[in-house]
């Protein structure tokens, strides 16, 4: 069968569908040698061992199969806890809760959840790359709303009301931010939850940076006045704990919404992977202090980088918090996607084009600050060294 004729099999949802624009330069890089790759984001340590041999232990013990749907429960229990103790957040291990395949699988399932096709959700911009093609799987519309580097990346409230129709259903909110690196504070949360009132409104809150940041307490937007009956937290192990490959995440919400969930998630996934659960599980009781070492890590490698692009003119503002610097490269001329792809064809440095992540990142490159400090000087100087030769 030629290829025409095989796609009028493919859903035309899928087919409407771009694929992620951070695909091509990690199969170009990988393609060369000693690439310096600043492209991923994802930390570089590996799990701290006394999680991998909780992991290990269960499957001695012959916990093989599968666990409830909603995960296990003492894990449940534990991220209960964890998160009114980090967050003052306060959530029933029962049914206000669900452990999931990843942060990802949950937005994927609120979405599903929330969603009567048509519905529109707003995704704030620069995003995470899975947001939009996320609501439109869901059946929804993604609505880009825009933020920019004058305002270091912030939500705007008056730009989610001119983007608000009758069909806008939900607001994807992500801070620390990926791509930008930006926090909202509690002040921002509070003007963003008046909007949010004002039009009868849900949010998605993806938290999963909630570890990290770097110079406030975090504030999760669940616990700003009024707006725990509207959120649905997405959180997970990927990040703070450097368990990406785990895929391990959850989510805490009104219990109509998280029962609407879980309807999904047993039927198409039953439940999350039994092993990742006990190694979770040690995570939160016994990973406290390797969560914090990790972090004094990404401080100091943050420090390193932002000085050196500061330096190099590539301005760019302290980001509160993740593992990202977005710094412009409107002064160079070229746009982001020459940028990155000169850059790495010359120095072989692997940054993301800002424009993979909505309209309002071009102009500027993500550069993940988890790596070592070797390489992170090393792409320092070739950075440098690639705009000179401009
Ligand atoms: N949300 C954001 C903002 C992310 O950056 C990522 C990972 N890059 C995820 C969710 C997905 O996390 P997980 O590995 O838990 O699916």
């Avoid at 290829?3 to 624009?21: A, C, D, F, M, N």
């Avoid at 209960?80 to 669900?98: K, L, Q, T």
């Avoid at 580097?149 to 069909?167: C, N």
Wanted: proline share 5%; with cysteine; hydrophobic share 40%.
């Amino acid at each position: 069968m030629i290829t025409e004729q095989r796609s009028k099999y493919l859903s035309e949802t899928v087919k409407s569908i771009k694929p992620s624009g951070i695909r091509r330069f990690f199969d170009l890089a990988s393609s060369m040698e000693n690439v310096i790759s600043l492209g991923v984001g994802e930390p570089d340590f590996v799990t701290p061992w006394n999680v991998i041999e909780a992991s290990y232990h269960s499957l001695e013990l012959g916990y093989t199969a599968y666990t409830a749907n909603a995960g296990l429960p003492e894990l449940r229990k534990e991220i209960s806890r964890y998160m009114r103790r980090r967050f003052g957040v306060s959530y029933r291990a029962e049914d206000e809760m669900i452990v999931t395949v990843g942060a990802s699988q949950a937005i994927d399932i609120a979405l599903r959840a929330i969603l009567n096709p048509g519905e529109e959700v707003i995704v704030v911009e620069p995003s995470f790359v899975s947001y939009a093609p996320t609501v439109t799987l869901a059946g929804g519309v993604p609505v880009p709303v825009h933020t920019y580097s004058q305002d270091e990346f912030k939500l705007q409230p008056e730009h989610i009301e001119s983007a608000v129709t009758e069909r806008t259903k939900a607001i994807l909110l992500c801070s620390p931010n990926n791509p930008t690196g930006t926090v909202l504070s509690k002040n921002d949360l509070v003007k963003i939850a008046e909007v949010v009132e004002k039009y009868d409104l849900l949010v998605i809150s993806d938290e999963i940076y909630a570890e990290l940041t770097y110079d406030e307490p975090y504030t999760s937007f669940s616990s700003i006045e009024s707006m725990r009956d509207r959120t649905i937290l997405i959180s997970g192990f990927s990040k703070a704990f450097a368990m990406t490959g785990w895929r391990l995440g959850f989510a805490c919400g009104p219990k109509e919404i998280l029962q609407a969930m879980l309807k999904i998630h047993q039927y198409t996934m039953m439940c999350a992977p039994t092993m990742a659960q006990h190694a979770a599980l040690e995570a939160l009781v016994n990973g406290q202090k390797d969560v914090i070492k990790m972090k004094e890590s990404y401080r100091q490698r943050r420090s390193l980088v932002t000085h050196a692009l500061e330096e190099m003119g590539l301005s760019c503002h302290i980001p509160g918090g993740a593992f990202y610097v977005f710094p412009s490269i409107e002064k160079t001329g070229l746009s982001s996607e020459e940028f990155a792809e000169q850059l790495l064809m010359q120095e072989k440095v692997a940054v993301v084009p800002g424009s993979v992540f909505g309209e309002s990142g071009e102009g500027h490159v993500r550069c993940s600050y988890a790596t070592s400090i070797q390489k992170l000087e090393e792409a320092m100087r070739r950075i440098d060294r690639f705009l000179k030769t401009l």
